[in-house]
């Protein structure tokens, strides 16, 4: 079963940066893409960025568009999320998320079959 471990979460002042790693194992299919969901206080769910197996594609959700990278280093089965130019309300615990696809270009994350125990992220003054 595919295990997905984060880290890299803290405290960051509006306008940082904080960079989020997802590290993957146990992959039992051949294809799989990953991405990140966060879930604030008080609010819905969010699908951040998903990632395809092969990285050549990807997807934003609109709020982060232009703000957070999302990358893939496949020697190494590890997700990034470069996050820029952070907003308060970006706070909240990040959850990596992974989901088997048919083909390796498949930007599809949703809906999750695999995530990890997330990681805290702050944006505050």
């Known amino acids: 079963q595919l295990q997905l471990v984060e880290s890299g979460g803290g405290l960051v002042q509006p306008g940082g940066s904080l960079r989020l790693s997802c590290a993957a194992s146990?992959?039992?299919?051949?294809?799989?893409?990953i991405g990140w969901f966060r879930q604030g206080p008080g609010k819905e769910r969010e699908g951040v960025a998903c990632i395809s197996s092969s990285g050549s594609s990807t997807n934003y959700a609109d709020s982060v568009k232009g703000r957070f990278t999302i990358s893939r280093d496949g020697a190494k089965n590890t997700v990034s999320l470069q996050m820029n130019s952070l907003k308060p309300e970006d706070t909240g615990l990040y959850y990596c998320v992974g989901k088997q696809t048919f083909t390796p270009d498949q930007a599809m994350c949703a809906p999750y079959e695999h995530w990890g125990q997330g990681t805290q992220v702050t944006v505050s003054s």
């Open positions: 146990g992959f039992t299919s051949d294809y799989y893409a």
